[in-house]
């Protein structure tokens, strides 16, 4: 790679907050998980799945506060808050998990210097600022998050430094410049604050010469499979000072030897790249906010070719334009992500999925605006349930948001049953132990999965109920006590319905029913 430098100008996307209650039962497709308060103004990112199954929120809300969440719905549980500004303010990115387990990532504001911070967390919420930011050489206000390449160093951006700023001459609009930059870890392999025998804080890249500018608005950087790092501007080019730059994809090998301009954007295949992703295909792929026609687009970018091609170009609705926000690929081999309609207040968004490479999308869900949501800014991910997941800006009971999943397959236990017997006999008015045994089973798994049981009498009596063992192989048994008698008069006999609901971990039920019988007569 040759190394090219670029000037970033500062675009700040708007970020909220996160807090919820739960709300409504699943099933397959669209559901709503979780609605936010009132006291809340909205979600922050995309949420992020830890190792230990659960999903993590970011709220802006009384400083900064992170949540944990079940994976399938449940309750937000507070992990941390953090109240000083000069320990971070405002996050617009999510965090990442490091290999060793916790939650790194960036603010955008507060701080020493008030420019923000790199952060660690730990799962069980013990928060620990890994470097401020002072807007010299260093940069300030990271928008883009960061990632752990397989280096094992961080790496990220920054929006702007200080320095740029002073080099702008007299009479022309302000430049942000910008960095690259990386953390290493300290000697024995851990992530410590920045300083003589912790962690190392180095700048790669400045965008600050030659009068280009760029900024990379709210994309992560990614590792390709080549192991080179690749990100976007969303706006910057050759034109100086012009309003006509339109952003670009730029890439540089770990460590940092060189840097390339891979593709300037022309505004005819795009302009202010969102997001970047790297599919099974090889290709770089990513959303535009603009493009030609007046509306966003998605890309594929091929790295063994240098060239670009818009695949699809989402349609604008009146004088509202549509962008996706970042894409994921599925399980399934599908693109899928989230287009947003609107400028000023957009409210309505779809969900939607696209082949690998292909020309057109297929949409899924779209956003009612009311009750479900409305906005879904940030982006989707899937979770080791397969299931997607994300949040939304606005919408919901309160105006402020809500959390939600989107299931490609019903969620549904199933259960067996089956008794030792179906008769007694004779009816001597004994008790008879009855032993029902069966399996529970689940798309995803049984862990956490639960059988009770109920008997009904056909005669009004009162019958035992409880619940059963589930062993890890998904079998259960127990046994009740049915007494074997009946009236004389009853010609169809004695029936005792035995129900038996299985139960997985998200809260899905179905049931199987063996009946006893006292006949009449044998």
Known sequence: MTMMKRHFAFCLAGAFCALAAPVLAKGQGFSLLNTLPSTEPGMVAIPLQANDGNLYFESNYNGLTFYRMPLGGGPLTTVASVTDYSQGSRIVSAPIQGRDGNLYGVTVGGGAYG??????????????????????????????????????????????????????????????GGTVWEITPASGGAFTAVGPGGSTFSTLYTFSNNWYYGVSVSAPLIEGADHNIYGVSYNGGDQTFAPSTYGFI?????????????????????????????????????GCWLSFGGSGSIWQYQIGTGSLTTLYQFPAIGNQISYPTHLVQGPDGLLYGAATFGTADPTVSTLFSMPVGGTSITPLYTFTGGADGANCYEGVMFGTDGNLYGDTLNGGANGTGTIWEYSFRPDIPTVTAHSNTNTLWPPNGKSVPVTVSGTITDPVSIVGSAVTYSVVDSEGQVQPSGSATVHANGSYSFTVSLVASRKGTDKSGRTYTITVTGANATGHSTTATVVVTVPHNQ
């Open 250 to 286: 730029y890439g540089f090998p770990l460590g940092g030897a060189s840097f390339n301009i891979l593709h300037e954007f022309t505004a005819y295949d795009g302009a202010g790249p969102l997001s970047i992703m790297q599919a099974s295909d090889g290709n770089l792929y990513g």
């Open 115 to 176: 420019r923000g911070v790199v952060y660690r967390l730990t799962l069980t919420g013990a928060y620990t600022v890994l470097y401020n930011f002072t807007g010299g050489a260093d940069g300030k206000y990271p928008l883009g998050g960061l990632i752990q390449a397989s280096d094992g160093n961080l790496y990220g951006t920054t929006s702007e430094d200080d320095t740029t700023e002073s080099m702008v001459p007299a009479g022309y609009p302000p430049l942000a």
